[in-house]
């Protein structure tokens, strides 16, 4: 019989520097719309200056939490970005064949590879929060020859799944 295991946890993540520029900018419009609108011969322009930093604010504003959901099955481990609970994106995949490590983000074995490669890059899907930081682990992957570094921020129940399908694989200190 296998025993066939399943983990889900979902992180709040920081709103993108993208979606809050676009909400900044939409700001501005509005604010600059309504300036022209005082203004004789820019009435017409600024009317329609504060209708499309409206709409830019609104649509920036809709899309500003963002949440990263994290799949165990097995051996295997999907991330998903989900972007004000309409719309999810895959962001990474792996399985335990990949996986040369698991280390805490401050470990010394993160160190050691580094020095090793310099070049090694680093995916984040934790919600950066440092109170959180405790929680905070790298996946060190191999793929394709590549080493790249993937932070997930784990739950006791991700943290249970990991130690039942990733045996060997955790490094501590």
Do not use: W
């Amino acid at each position: 019989m296998l025993n066939d295991g399943y983990a889900e946890h979902i992180v709040k993540g920081k709103t993108p520097t993208g979606v809050m520029a676009g909400m900044v900018l939409g700001a501005i419009l509005i604010v600059a719309g309504v300036i022209a609108f005082f203004i004789p011969m820019l009435t017409s322009i600024g009317l329609l200056v504060v209708i499309i930093g409206g709409v830019l604010f609104g649509v920036f504003i809709s899309r500003k939490e963002t949440e990263y959901e994290y799949i165990m099955v097995n051996e295997d481990v999907d991330i998903a970005r989900i972007i004000a609970k309409k719309s999810r994106k895959k962001m990474c995949s792996f399985s335990n064949n990949d996986v040369k490590f698991i280390a805490k983000s401050d470990s010394i074995y993160l160190d050691n590879e580094l020095q090793q490669d310099s070049s090694i890059k680093t995916k984040d899907y934790t919600s950066k929060d440092p109170k959180y930081a405790d929680g905070v682990y790298v996946f060190v992957l191999n793929k394709n020859g590549k080493t790249e570094f993937v932070k997930l921020e784990l739950s006791d129940k991700t943290i249970d799944h990991v130690n039942n399908f990733f045996k060997g694989k955790y490094k501590e200190q």
